[in-house]
């Protein structure tokens, strides 16, 4: 599997570069922990749960943890900073918002230690979790539609505001 | 237990700054899995094996001869000394690292105030520069820390004399 995962923006940029490379560092951190978990026969399921907590953390220190405009949580997650480390391309409104990023530092972290694929794909849905944290459920509805596993050279996050089904759905109230 | 683990210096660098912030959102990622394994009760060994690895890997350097203690300065970049507020001093047969600020410490203490967890996962960290000082013909010590009472962090890698072990 060819992974297309190269930073191609403000490579000149001192403070993007080192934001990069902590990420990288931070990436390659949970590959090792993730690694000596396994070689001791442990299940990863302690590192879904950790990450997912992070990303909570990350959640309840915004200016409204509990919105449900999506438009509010991009604007504060997805800074100026944000968008060069991950040469992010955003599109949010109250209701929706797509994030194609376009660069991984996380990945590029574990590309340095493993090219085994599934080790890969496991490694980006625990790092993942903190997203899914971010826009948790019920609130939200949260997909990743493409990935650089799937061979394009970007994922594409998309968040949308959950809409109850039917008119007897709880979630109306 | 009152630790002052302020920044005093470079506070307005933003590469530094940068750097600061993202070392400390590593120490919240192992706050993190370090609760998560606890909760779990899986014993926390595999995650100092883990951060040495890591150390190894990242900070580490081959060594095909014993060096001086001098050129053990150059496994500290000028960023890093920046980051850490590292003083470095060479004297005799030892290199002496004091870190005058630690962003990991910064984490921990914002996301717990509990100082045995504190303690704790700063020994899972210092693995990592276990591994930096994993050098042929020296040993590695951390002398001082801030958990005991001390104004800083000190670590010193000393070259083996001949009459070591005897």
Redo the contacts between chains.
Sequence with gaps: MEIKNTAKKYLDD??VV??R???I??G???Y??V???K??G?SSE??H???Y??GD?IRRRLKDPETTNVKEIIDQLFTEMECKIWEDEVTATEEEARVEFHYCPLLEGWLR?TDDPQMLQELCDIAMECDVALFDKPRFDYSIEESFFSGADHCTMVIRKHKPETEGDTDAH | MRIENRPHRYTED??IT??R???A??G???Y??A???K??G?PLD??Y???Y??GK??LGREWDRVPEPEELTDLFTE?ANKVWENEITVSGDEIRVRMHHCPFLTAWMS?TDDPACWKELCAIAMEADRALFDIPGYTYELRETVFDGCESCLMAARKKQVNDNV
Aim: proline share 2%.
């Design positions: 001192p403070a080192t934001a490379n902590c990420i560092a931070r390659e951190y949970l090792q922990l690694n000596e978990a070689k001791k442990l302690f590192a749960c950790a990450i907590n992070w953390s230690n | 933003s590469v940068s750097q912030q993202g070392t959102g590593r919240e990622y192992l993190y899995i609760e998560a394994a909760r779990r899986i595999f995650l094996e883990a951060v690895c890591w890997e990242c960023t996301l």
